[in-house]
């Protein structure tokens, strides 16, 4: 099929673009090199050296054969995208293109203003893009499991059926977000609902757990196919700083009591999830919702999962505890359910202590690059200066 990739500089986008390229997909990439400008300006920038999209197209065919076209260009200008959707004629559309990071929209009015903008401009440019101009595509869009929060009830997969007064009815699971950016996401998928039902629109929506990971069989081909992995306090996810403070031998910043759960998931199962979801579409009129994560852990048992495996390669680290930046229970119940992507097929990897070791073994390849100034906490959730790092 023909699929278009919204954000395909990221650390999904791009992988997404080789994975699905090299299952023979036709692949167009779109970005604006808005994460890298905010890494940049925050001194979050990533770990490995990324070429820029051309050169990493270049490559890539050059290893594979396979093509990915490059568009470079801002998709909250609406004739951009409505223009590039009737051009490219898209059979699925891989929505990445957000800002994608809490702290970020956290950190001040200026980083919130960007936030609330950026995110929810580009989720309505994509609907009435396809509404406009390619009506039988189906959107792809990521979610987070950060909408839900952490309720006192089961999680259920997107949906809740409701009894009430002898009546009822079924609804979107209740949302209640943890930061600025969870909360455009919340906003994303009433959306998406509201023009599934006016416009007959067919969406998946992936409600993704935090991500770990640095390499796909793809990247493998070569050092400047990897992926743009960010391990700063800003914009890496726990367990990838988690692994970059072991071989920088910096205790393992636990925030709070550490027992705060949730679900993770592998890089590369977010490539299989995502692959699942194009190749087999939602129905025309259907927002269908996939909860995306492999096992659920507390922070303290991820800190100990990667201390326990540091220790195996000869490499001994700590673990502090600090301060929480962020306002969240750090004791709760957390029990999410996950069948839909499992019905589709979705074999899992799980985090295992060769998983572990592997990620710490690419990293340590790198290790001169890593700043050690950039994994403690900047961001507190407060009222702050739009600019000021804490």
């Known amino acids: 099929m023909k699929v278009l990739i919204l954000g395909g500089d990221g650390y999904l986008g791009w992988p997404t673009a080789m994975h699905l390229a090299a299952r023979k997909h036709e692949v167009m990439v779109v970005d604006n090199y808005l994460r890298r400008t905010l890494a940049f300006q925050t001194r979050s920038e990533s ?4 070429p820029n999209l051309e050169q990493r197209a270049d490559l890539f065919e050059k290893k594979t054969g ?3 076209d490059v568009c470079i260009g801002d998709i909250t200008d609406y004739e951009f995208l409505r223009t590039l959707v009737a051009d490219f004629c898209p059979d699925g559309l891989v929505h990445y293109a957000e800002q994608p990071s809490a702290p970020y929209s956290m950190r001040g009015h200026g980083e919130a ?3 609330l903008k950026n995110n929810l401009m580009t989720t309505l440019n994509v609907v009435w893009a396809v509404m406009q101009e390619r009506p039988g595509c189906q959107i792809v869009k990521l979610g987070t499991m950060g909408e839900y929060g952490t309720p006192n009830i089961d999680i259920e997969e997107g949906w809740i059926d409701l009894e009430h007064k002898g009546r009822k009815d079924r609804f979107l699971f209740p949302r209640q977000a943890g930061s600025l950016y969870h909360t455009t996401k919340i906003m994303d998928t009433d959306l998406l609902w509201f023009y599934v039902r006016m416009a007959n629109l067919r969406v998946t929506d992936l409600m993704q757990g935090p991500v770990y990971g640095l390499t796909t069989p793809e990247a493998e081909l070569d050092n400047e196919l990897m992926p743009s992995f960010h391990y700063d306090d800003i914009f890496g996810t726990v367990i990838n700083r988690f692994l970059v403070q072991a071989v920088a031998g910096i205790p393992l910043t636990v925030y709070g009591k550490g027992d705060q ?3 993770y998931l592998n890089l590369n199962d977010t490539l299989q999830c995502v692959t699942l979801a194009l190749e087999e579409p939602a129905q025309a009129g259907d927002l269908r919702i996939f909860n995306q994560f492999t096992e659920t852990f507390t922070v303290n048992e991820l800190a100990e999962r990667v201390v326990c495996a540091a220790q195996r390669l ?5 673990i502090s505890h600090v301060s929480n930046p962020r306002k969240e229970a750090e004791d709760h119940y957390y029990n999410p359910m996950r069948h839909g992507l499992v019905e589709l097929g979705f074999k899992p990897q ?6 572990v070791m592997d990620m710490l073994r690419t990293i340590e390849q790198y290790k001169a690059r890593i700043d050690t100034c950039i994994v403690q906490p900047r961001v507190t959730w407060g009222c702050h200066r739009s600019g000021e790092l804490n």
Request: glycine share 4%.
């Open 47 to 50: 770990l490995l050296p990324n």
């Open 113 to 115: 203003a960007l936030t």
């Open 350 to 355: 799980k985090l295992t202590d060769e998983v």
């Open 66 to 68: 396979h093509k990915i």
């Open 261 to 263: 759960v949730r679900g």
């Open 314 to 318: 000869d490499i001994q680290v700590a």
